[in-house]
DNA sequence: GTTAAATAGGACTGTACAGGTTCTATATAG
DNA sequence: CTATATAGAACCTGTACAGTCCTATTTAAC
């Protein structure tokens, strides 16, 4: 579980084959075919990465989309953020006010914390990463108290 | 995005609250009531917090759940395998098998490696810490290449 | 100017699963 | 024996994810 919706698993499919290439345009036509998805699909999440900045759209025939900066800017935290939303392990864990009995609630700042190494471990591994042969170099520690 | 369950939420309020002081005996109906939960609902976890081993149960009357070991020696990789099945980050994370296109598949290891992030950030945090006024002691550092 | 090809944006739908309830069986203290 | 507790399963329900479809709008090419 904690499971990564199957669009943004999708999403990242689809950029890290642009990332092999970038600067070219691709068509949502032709990325589907590729990425073996239903082009319908393919093209709501084509359209949802431009909208959210990570794609740049050129429209009318001969258009198409190409990343809108180089792979390794574009962080799999970013993928993320653009195709669930902005990341929030607990409920009240952002949004200061949503939850009722925030003050005074012990476990708060922990979850906060997890959510933290998380976004880290996320920001770490860039769309670059994704495509290199060889494993990203993120490391998680725990330190000793 | 990228929750943990309500459930799991849940979970954690009512081992947190037993972890303050271990070794007494709970019953399902003071614990529902002290975390402000429906009766059914921690009941419902509490059964399943105890086949999964975190807590020891005593049936009959004058009966209740007892956490199994010391707070420090649970995790929250733990508590949230026992309620929501195994970390996967990914469809086919784990599983070597359950995705056809696994072999050639680039992004697999890089999804593993966040996977596995995750889950060291998860482990390291016990229900001792979650209870402790000050943040856990988990740091993740990106390494240079 | 017309046409063809592409994206933009939204509405719509089906469905799987989390979240929650209820009921019956079983164990145990007193 | 009875009251009190957990065990376990069946069941219901709402919602958010996954997926489709339709109607603009833009632009290249002829
Ligand atoms: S802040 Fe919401 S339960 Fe702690
Ligand atoms: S292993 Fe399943 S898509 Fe890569």
């Known amino acids: 579980m904690l499971r990564i919706s199957k669009l943004t698993d999708y999403a990242t499919l689809l950029l890290t084959h ?84 925030e003050k005074g609630c012990a476990t708060r700042p922990h979850w906060q914390l997890i959510g933290h190494a998380l976004q880290v471990a996320l920001e770490a591994v860039s769309l670059a990463d994704m495509v290199a042969p060889k494993a990203a170099p993120v490391r998680l520690q725990r330190l000793e108290r």
């Open 18 to 101: 642009m990332a092999r290439a970038p600067q070219q345009v691709y068509s949502a036509r032709g990325l589907a075919e590729q990425a073996a998805l239903p082009l319908p699909v393919a093209a709501k999440l084509l359209k949802l990465l431009a909208r959210e900045g990570l794609l740049v759209s050129q429209r009318g025939a001969a258009g198409g989309y190409v990343l809108a900066r180089a792979p390794q800017r574009i962080s799999m935290a970013q993928i993320l953020a653009a195709v669930e939303g902005p990341l929030a392990v607990t409920e009240c864990a952002l949004g200061r006010g949503v939850c009722e009995m």
